[in-house]
């Protein structure tokens, strides 16, 4: 059973915008506090750049803060992320998990961001 599924990746030109979408299972989405992370290139460790809790609650990295948002629907069981003002460094594979993921599920396929010039 597929439990994390990520969209929305693609290409994006440095100063653009992306929004990046996660369906959960709702019972992994209940309760938990979901981040979206990461992973610069294969083989690279996940970096989370964003969670919201359970109660709505945001905390960013630095390199994300006041560009990207992250935002979850308790309803439809997705979490998203709209990425604003794309840098070249925000490049990478995304993927989404509970926090910490060492408490969810495997990884899903991710959704890659490609930033180019």
């Known amino acids: 059973q597929v439990q994390l599924v990520e969209s929305g990746g693609g290409s994006v030109q440095p100063g653009g915008s992306l929004r990046l979408s996660c369906t959960l299972s709702?019972?992994?989405?209940?309760?938990?506090?979901i981040g979206w992370y990461r992973q610069a290139a294969p083989g690279k460790e996940r970096e989370l750049v964003a969670?919201?809790?359970?109660?709505?609650?945001?905390i960013y990295s630095d390199s994300v803060k006041g560009r990207f948002t992250i935002s979850r629907d308790n309803n439809a069981n997705t979490v998203d992320l709209q990425m604003d003002y794309v840098q070249v460094e925000d490049a990478g594979t995304y993927y989404c998990?509970?926090?910490?993921?060492?408490?969810?599920?495997?990884w899903g396929q991710g959704t890659q961001v490609l930033v180019y010039s």
């Open positions: 969670r919201v809790m359970a109660y709505g609650m945001t």
């Open positions: 998990n509970i926090v910490p993921s060492r408490l969810g599920p495997d």
């Open positions: 709702r019972s992994i989405m209940s309760g938990n506090a």
